[in-house]
């Protein structure tokens, strides 16, 4: 029979909203909604079965839309926690590959002192006669690939920049003091790299050269290159460069932490005034008299109507 059929399909509909939510009274509804269900089914001659099918219509139904509408916007708050969630593990295992990468950094460094070596040995030529080529882009290969996960954060970017008066030889694409240039030349151009910083969203440099207490900023801005003034030395921090990957590990595990139990706070969460209102509908329901051979589908019907004008968004 098309009713009895059709009232299967909702008493399927509503165990499976009943397993999500897990609310001891929409427990006892289902029960109850399949017990009015065996007894219409058990004694089809005798009952008029068109009064379970009012009776789906005016409360199950009601339950379901309701129940199907709260399911989809808790379901759309979870996905947008577990895309959150999941990119901040993806940025985590790049970050668990980086460490890997230390002996890289240590190794592509001296590569970089090479290259910036030879960039300020061709300029030096270029301006005393001798035009050589040099490369900008060359150099900036190590900056590109560590300077986010290794530079040092600095607030202070005022004793890294040019102090004011510098002399200063200008060639194509990129600035040099002079006395750096020539304090340079006298020592072969032998440099080392000492660290590099991140200050106010700009990236610098810090050289050694070697053979003397000369140190020189590059400026990855502006590609100047000039000495740092005694006057600022003890303000910077001198120490290696390591992978600052540690501290946002922690940061991030702290975030997912934060996201999982805000997921299964909305999990876990339902609304009050939609437990009232399961409430009362089991109370309606639980109190109809089934020898009676008829439900009483009139009383009560306005608590389940009301379940649809919920504000679910509060």
């Given at each position: 029979?098309k009713?009895?059929?059709?009232s299967?399909?909702?008493?399927q509909?509503?165990k499976?909203?009943?397993?999500?939510?897990?609310?001891p009274?929409?427990v006892?509804?289902?029960?109850?909604?399949?017990?009015?269900?065996?007894?219409?089914?058990?004694n089809?001659?005798?009952l008029?079965?068109?009064k379970?099918?009012?009776?789906?219509l005016?409360?199950?139904d009601?339950?379901?839309?309701?129940?199907r509408k709260?399911k989809?916007?808790?379901e759309?708050t979870?996905?947008n926690?577990?895309?959150?969630i999941?990119a901040?593990k993806?940025?985590l295992?790049?970050?668990?590959?980086?460490?890997?990468?230390?002996?890289?950094?240590?190794?592509?460094q001296?590569f970089?002192?090479?290259?910036?070596?030879?960039?300020?040995e061709?300029?030096?030529?270029?301006?005393?006669?001798?035009?050589?080529?040099?490369?900008?882009?060359?150099?900036r290969?190590?900056?590109?690939?560590?300077?986010?996960?290794y530079?040092?954060?600095?607030?202070?970017?005022t004793?890294?920049l040019?102090?004011?008066?510098?002399?200063?030889y200008?060639?194509e694409?990129?600035?040099?003091?002079?006395?750096?240039?020539?304090?340079?030349?006298t020592?072969n151009?032998?440099?080392?790299?000492?660290?590099?910083?991140?200050?106010?969203?700009?990236?610098f440099?810090?050289?050694?050269?070697?053979?003397?207490d000369d140190e020189?900023?590059w400026?990855l801005?502006t590609n100047?290159?000039?000495?740092l003034?005694?006057?600022?030395?003890?303000q910077l921090?001198?120490e290696k460069?390591?992978?600052?990957?540690?501290?946002?590990?922690g940061?991030?595990?702290?975030?997912?932490g934060i996201l999982?139990?805000?997921?299964?706070?909305?999990?876990n969460?339902?609304p009050d005034?939609?437990k009232?209102?399961?409430?009362?509908?089991?109370?309606?329901?639980?109190?109809?008299n089934?020898?009676?051979e008829?439900?009483?589908?009139?009383?009560?019907?306005?608590?389940?109507?009301?379940?649809?004008?919920?504000?679910?968004?509060?």
């Amino acid at each position: 029979m098309k009713i009895l059929n059709d009232s299967k399909r909702r008493l399927q509909k509503l165990k499976i909203l009943e397993n999500f939510f897990k609310q001891p009274d929409l427990v006892g509804i289902a029960v109850r909604t399949e017990i009015i269900h065996s007894f219409f089914e058990k004694n089809i001659e005798a009952l008029d079965a068109s009064k379970l099918e009012l009776f789906h219509l005016q409360y199950t139904d009601s339950l379901i839309e309701l129940l199907r509408k709260l399911k989809k916007q808790k379901e759309a708050t979870i996905l947008n926690i577990d895309t959150e969630i999941n990119a901040h593990k993806a940025y985590l295992a790049q970050l668990a590959h980086s460490d890997k990468r230390e002996s890289s950094f240590e190794t592509d460094q001296r590569f970089h002192e090479t290259e910036v070596s030879a960039l300020l040995e061709a300029a030096y030529s270029t301006l005393t006669g001798l035009y050589k080529p040099y490369n900008l882009s060359s150099i900036r290969s190590f900056p590109n690939q560590y300077a986010q996960s290794y530079f040092r954060d600095d607030d202070d970017v005022t004793h890294l920049l040019l102090v004011q008066g510098t002399k200063l030889y200008t060639l194509e694409g990129l600035s040099i003091e002079r006395l750096l240039l020539s304090r340079l030349a006298t020592k072969n151009f032998k440099l080392r790299f000492v660290c590099g910083y991140c200050a106010s969203r700009q990236y610098f440099e810090l050289f050694r050269i070697l053979g003397s207490d000369d140190e020189f900023i590059w400026n990855l801005q502006t590609n100047g290159f000039y000495l740092l003034k005694e006057a600022f030395k003890h303000q910077l921090n001198r120490e290696k460069n390591t992978c600052n990957s540690g501290t946002l590990e922690g940061e991030l595990d702290r975030k997912i932490g934060i996201l999982e139990e805000k997921r299964k706070e909305v999990r876990n969460s339902f609304p009050d005034d939609v437990k009232e209102l399961l409430k009362k509908y089991r109370e309606t329901i639980d109190n109809n008299n089934l020898t009676d051979e008829q439900l009483n589908i009139e009383e009560e019907k306005n608590i389940l109507n009301s379940m649809l004008d919920l504000n679910l968004n509060n």
